[in-house]
């Protein structure tokens, strides 16, 4: 969300002038923007709208690099300057792949590790015997595309907005969107723990109070858990990477998957057996425990309706991340479905990578369309080329701002997959190279699954921005649950398809 609220700044020297006028005239360079919309400056240095006879063809710009363009908040009533007056400076196609591949890496090697865990806890006697657990899966490793990735969004474009500049308003925003995001964990993992439940009462029409107790004990505190951990994290690394003049688009939002799932998914392990251990001793342990999440709630509401952003939020943003966890339900009906044949067993081991990779590269994009519809669009208001029909070659081709990166994401795809279809088989101590099929398939699957999703993100970014949404709170909980749900169909299919081949790459 952006303030709309803007002062006036002081005069400018008539250097400044001349470098402006310059910079105006010159094609190869970017408008001076302001975070809610195009603005220009005149001779007397106040805000005036632009010209809307002049058009100015957006450029893909990183608006972190120099750290003048931090000197001043647009909260705290000044406009930003470039350095010297030429507009933002370009983002080279090395500095982009740079920035994003070290965080990607990362993500991959957690999703790899996650899938791992998965297929060696599935036997243990609170996963043989609660089998509800399973459902709860992939319900609690989306929150990090619900919660984590859309904090590390929201975050990263007050800091290329510049809301971020003075002590005071930094850490409003900062407590309130952590306090909003516990709030948010709270609800999520007894709304999961629920769902579970009534997916396996649908299913085998009786379900234990005390295993519902268990889901929604081990539900609430993984989420709370994981949530307060990762959004720590995830605030130092917004910081850092502003102090260090890296653009967060391009790092938040992996770094905030990097180890997100291999968390989550240890946290839910060790949590589901203490309770088991507990279940039958000490029950009124189970029944604390959901008592204290539920009596913290009015707390995590106080905090956040602090900061006027996360006060929206705590009224608007439910819708989004609950319709996100129900189509990651979907995903993990499917998945459970395939796992219960013991020909197609091998999956458990590829979904997360899959799934993981997918949200990780589209929430990377929807992250950059939002910041940049920030900083240089009033909301409900588009660039020319999005105002038509949508086509899936504007979205890597066009001549908008983020093309370049939408071209990158789609090529790191290929390279990025056939690394960790090898590390998972040498993990699971395989002598030889996967299969030329099972690797095909694994590759088909992905590529397919982060077009749909990248041409997804274009589409759907826009068109909220169109509609007065911020997307940056609605965009990245439906494309990382959309990614869950497409990633999961996809490499089922490619399994069956495997398996009626006789494929043996796929166990």
């Not at 043989?128 to 459902?135: A, G, M, Y």
């Not at 604390?288 to 900061?307: A, E, F, G, N, Y």
């Not at 091998?346 to 997918?358: D, K, L, S, W």
């Not at 690797?439 to 759907?460: E, G, K, P, Y």
């Amino acid at each position: 969300m952006v303030d709309p609220e803007f002062g006036q700044d002081e005069p400018l020297s008539p250097s400044d002038s001349v470098d402006r006028d310059t910079c105006l005239h010159d094609a190869s360079n970017t408008s001076l923007t302001e975070s809610h919309s195009p603005q220009d400056l005149n001779s007397n240095g106040n805000i005036s709208p632009v010209n809307p006879s002049l058009h100015y063809e957006p450029q893909e710009t990183d608006f972190l690099l120099p750290n003048l363009l931090y000197g001043r908040s647009t909260i705290s009533g000044s406009p930003r300057k470039d350095a010297g007056g030429s507009g933002a400076p370009a983002e080279s196609v090395c500095c982009m792949v740079l920035q994003i591949l070290v965080p990607f890496v990362l993500a991959g090697l957690g999703t790899v590790s996650a899938g791992m865990l998965l297929e060696v806890v599935q036997n243990w006697d609170v996963f043989q015997e609660i089998t509800e657990i399973f459902i709860l899966v992939p319900a609690l490793l989306g929150m990090k595309g619900n919660l984590e990735m859309t904090l590390a969004s929201r975050l990263s474009t007050a800091v290329n907005a510049g809301r971020m500049e003075t002590t005071r308003e930094k850490w409003l925003l900062i407590v309130g969107n952590l306090a909003l995001k516990q709030l948010q964990a709270t609800v999520l993992g007894l709304l999961a723990s629920l769902l579970a439940a009534l997916l396996c009462l649908m299913a085998e029409g009786n379900v234990p109070l005390h295993h519902v107790m268990l889901l929604c004990s081990t539900s609430v505190s993984t989420a709370f858990v994981a949530s307060l951990s990762q959004g720590i994290v995830m605030v130092a690394v917004i910081m850092g990477s502003k102090r260090m003049g890296i653009n967060p688009d391009n790092v938040a939002t992996p770094m905030a998957a990097s180890f997100g799932d291999l968390i989550t998914l240890a946290l839910l392990v060790c949590f589901s057996q203490w309770f088991y251990s507990l279940m039958d001793l000490y029950p009124h342990v189970l029944y604390l425990v959901d008592l204290l999440s539920l009596c913290l709630i009015p707390l995590w509401v106080v905090i956040s309706s602090k900061h006027p952003a996360s006060h929206l939020l705590l009224r608007t943003g439910w819708e989004p991340i609950i319709t996100a966890m129900v189509i990651s339900s979907i995903g993990g009906l499917i998945l459970d479905k395939t796992v219960s044949n013991p020909n197609l067993a091998g999956i458990i081991v590829y979904a997360p990578v899959i799934n993981g990779i997918g949200g990780n590269l589209v929430s990377i994009q929807s992250s950059r369309i939002s910041t940049h519809l920030h900083l240089n669009y009033s909301p409900g208001e588009v660039p020319e080329g999005r105002k038509g029909c949508y086509s899936p070659c504007r979205t890597f081709f066009g001549s908008g701002a983020n093309h370049r990166s939408a071209q990158v994401l789609l090529l790191l795809v290929i390279p990025g997959q056939i690394i960790f279809l090898h590390v998972i088989h040498l993990m699971k101590g395989g002598q030889t190279l996967p299969s030329p099929l099972l690797t095909v398939a694994f590759l088909s699957a992905s590529l397919i699954q982060v077009f749909s999703l990248l041409c997804a993100a274009d589409c759907m970014v826009h068109s909220l921005w169109r509609r007065g949404k911020d997307p940056d709170s609605y965009s990245i909980p439906y494309l990382t649950a959309l990614g869950d749900l497409l990633g999961t169909a996809l490499l089922s299919l490619a399994f069956v398809m495997l398996w009626c081949i006789g494929d043996s790459g796929s166990v």
